[in-house]
């Protein structure tokens, strides 16, 4: 069994889309945990805000079955910005990063994997963003960090960029 820990984002109709997301997540994998949701302004781009969280889940999915999973997740929830979701994993083309997402599921730790391919791990997400490392040091906060070798709650602690976020205390939809 892998345990790996996704970050989860909205900013066109989150409150339809977050909640459909993470009912998915819940039909496809066997336990699901997740963080509660933020408010963060876009980052890279001028847009409406997201809203962001982190949830940890446990399969038996090899890496590069789960890459092809997560995106056949968002095509069907709404947003993969691929061509031909059935297309080999070798052959997977970057998705655009800084737009507008209905919704967006990125692998930020599978394990304590070390990679570059399929897709890089850890994200490096986990350490520039307060929107995944907030939500990720909550969920998770003894879980070292697998290069740096620090646990998510002093990473949290330390981070000093200046970024908004906001904790929303009532989701829109109960998380279980």
């Known amino acids: 069994m892998n345990t790996i820990y996704l970050g989860i ?3 066109v109709e989150p409150e339809k889309y977050i909640p459909k997301a993470l009912d998915l997540l819940k039909q496809t994998f066997q336990s699901c945990e997740f963080s509660r949701q933020f408010l963060s302004e876009s980052v890279g781009f001028s847009g409406e805000d ?3 969280l982190v949830a940890k889940i446990e399969t038996v999915l ?17 947003s993969a910005d691929l061509e031909n979701i059935d297309q080999d994993i070798n052959e997977l083309q970057p998705r ?31 350490v520039d963003y307060a929107f995944v490392l907030w ?17 998510m709650q002093q990473l949290w602690t330390e981070f ?7 904790p929303l205390l009532k989701p829109s939809k109960p998380l279980e």
């Open 160 to 166: 000093n960029l200046p970024q908004k976020l906001i």
């Open 62 to 78: 090899e890496l590069e079955a789960l890459v092809r999973k997560l995106q056949q997740l968002e095509d069907i929830v709404g």
């Open 9 to 11: 984002g909205s900013n």
């Open 50 to 52: 997201f809203i962001n």
């Open 96 to 126: 655009a990063k800084f737009k507008p997402r209905t919704i967006d599921i990125d692998l930020l730790l599978y394990g304590d994997r070390v990679c570059d391919k399929p897709v890089k791990l850890p994200r490096t997400d986990i």
């Open 135 to 151: 939500p990720l040091s909550e969920l998770a906060p003894n879980l070292l960090h697998p290069v740096l070798k620090i646990s």
